[in-house]
């Protein structure tokens, strides 16, 4: 399947519209809809659905933009690299990251690796889930990620890199923002801002609420940390974040330790395999950063 299809396909199921489409892409409307047919013969299945007024994507067709962007956006990031690597530098490694790393163990990465990678170009994909960081680790999207155990792939290793503690964030007027700590059974009648439930953190939040007798309620799902705590400040629930969060974000905000709070580890993962010296060297540069010696699974 052509690269040159595909971005004619998502700019026709982006626009709806053949004769926009073509405007978009700077071509006459009768080559396009050719192409589009070929794409189709191609594939043996119909994208679109064509009336006199508009165009509609098919289940297939919705499949595919999904795909097609994503090719798109990574053909797009190999060229970036070639030339970068063309241009100078030493090497590109692709890192992933866990939201919640953004605020203590990131600026450290990337201060050490500025300091004895000079010549690395570092792709910083940030916000990210663990388990997606996972599956782009085993593809091959990902060289490298900062996440947050446990991993279930059996093809990426990781070795830790610190220990957090699950903490409370509370708006400032909030009932609690007196207490200077928090047990966990003062939470039980209280809205949740939660990290998805793919995401580790909430996983071990909602184990750490079930073992106190109760079910978080949840009031709003934010996917990044920072989200999160913007919902906070607003008032719409609380959260429950690890301690490299526990920074002065936000004058609404405030946070407080929570008693026999469990752990929420932080580690760097890689795919299980990998020895190529960039992601070698990088591993050694984050081993070094660690408070305690990290181990691997």
């Known amino acids: 399947m052509e690269t040159r299809l595909l971005r004619y396909f998502v700019a026709v199921a982006e626009e709806r519209h053949f004769g926009r489409a073509a405007e978009r892409l700077h071509m006459a409307q009768p080559p396009l809809s050719q192409q ?9 299945t119909k994208l679109f659905v064509r009336t006199t007024r508009k165009v509609d994507l098919t289940p297939a067709g919705e499949l595919l933009l999904t795909r097609a962007r994503a090719l798109l956006e990574e053909h797009t990031q190999l ?59 085993a593809e091959g999207r990902l060289d490298i990620a900062i996440l947050r155990p446990p991993v279930h792939n059996d093809e990426v290793e990781y070795s830790l890199l610190e220990k957090d503690l699950l903490a409370v964030a509370l708006p400032t007027g909030h009932r609690l923002a007196s207490h200077e700590v928090i047990d966990i059974q003062e939470l039980r009648t209280e809205n949740f801002i939660c990290y998805p439930a793919s995401s580790a953190v909430n996983t ?55 008693r026999n709070a469990p752990s929420v580890d932080l580690a760097v993962a890689w795919k299980l395999g990998n020895q190529s010296p960039l992601v070698q060297n990088f591993l050694k540069l984050c081993t070094n950063l660690a408070p305690e010696e990290g181990h691997s699974e």
């Open 36 to 44: 589009i047919k070929q794409l189709e013969e191609q594939l043996g």
């Open 204 to 258: 071990i939040f909602v184990e750490t609420c079930r073992s106190a007798g109760f079910i978080p309620r949840t009031a709003q799902i934010a996917r990044e940390t920072s989200t999160l705590l913007t919902f906070v400040a607003a008032g719409l629930g609380i959260g429950m974040v690890p301690t490299s969060n526990y920074l002065p974000h936000s004058e609404r905000i405030i946070f407080r330790p929570l």
């Open 79 to 137: 060229a970036r690299d070639v030339r970068t690597v063309g241009d100078g530098a030493s090497g590109v490694l692709r890192l992933g990251s866990t939201g919640s790393a953004t605020y203590r163990i990131m600026p450290k990465v990337i201060a050490a690796t500025t300091e004895h990678m000079p010549g690395l170009q570092l792709n910083v994909q940030g916000e990210m889930l663990t388990p997606e960081m996972e599956e782009a680790l």
